[in-house]
Every structure is written in C-alpha cells, then in structure tokens.
C-alpha cells in the first residue's frame, strides 16, 4: 500500500471519515493509534516517520494479540472481539506481509550475510533480518525459524 502521503496522515483522513460515517468503534481504535503516535513523538520529541509508525503499530499489535490469548483462557469473547476487531484496523496500516518463500530467503541471506553457524549466533542474523521484515512478518516465527536453521 504505498501512497504519496504518510502514513500519519492516512490515518487521521480515516478518523475524518470514520467521524463523517459516525462508525464509533472503527473511529474509537483510530483514534487509540493516533494517540500511541503521539505518545511517542512527546516522549521523544520527534516527530515519527513511517517506518517508527510502523514500529508503534507493530507494538500495539503485540499487545491485543496477547490480549486476546489471555482473554481468549478467561473465556470473556466479549473482549477477544473487541482486541479483534482493533487488530483488523490496526493490521490495514501495516505494509503487505512477506511470503513464506520471500521470507525464507531473507532469513538464508541474512544467515550467510551474518556466518552465524550456531543458534546462540541468532542475534547477528536478527540484527541483519529487523529492519528487512519490520511489519511485515512475525518477529516470534521469524525467530523460531533462525533457530531451526543454526540447530
């Protein structure tokens, strides 16, 4: 999803929109990104380009997806929907995810790239892989993988 305008202003065009359409959970989640967004430019007095938005996406959708394991084991659905749906408008701002196969390559090159060898040197190939993939594959799988590689 590439546009001529950031990605900060894509989203408060939807919060307009979603006002406009008086559509209050979409508007209630939009607005909970924006205020992440801004917690992070007061905190470290910058202001975020896409790719450190992406990051703060990509925490918040840490965040609801352990959310919903653990209310998912406290059997309150309410509350998994909820963490769902914002996961649903959360994950439209995020890049498109890597293929299996995209993502196997990354993960070769940056084990040779790395001449990490054992799993313990998994870090170096981490280091080299973050910035690659950041937003657009899981970090856990991601690792998982590395470490079933160097094994």
Do not use: C, W
């Amino acid at each position: 999803m590439i546009m001529a305008n950031s990605l900060k202003e894509q989203i408060h065009e939807d919060m307009k929109t979603a006002m406009r359409a008086k559509e209050k959970p979409r508007l209630a989640t939009i607005r909970l990104i924006l205020a992440a967004i801004k917690q992070k430019e007061v905190d470290e007095r910058i202001e975020l380009n896409d790719d450190q938005i992406i990051v703060v996406l990509e925490k918040m959708l840490k965040q609801r997806r352990d959310s919903i394991e653990q209310y998912g084991k406290a059997s309150r659905q309410d509350l998994v929907d909820q963490e769902t749906f914002e996961v649903g408008i959360i994950q439209t701002y995020m890049p498109q995810p890597l293929s299996q196969v995209e993502l196997d390559q990354l993960i070769s090159d940056a084990i040779a790239e790395s001449g990490a060898t054992l799993a313990k040197e998994m870090g170096k190939v981490m280091g080299i892989l973050k910035p690659k993939v950041q937003g657009r594959a899981d970090m856990k799988a991601i690792s998982a993988q590395i470490k079933q590689q160097l094994s």
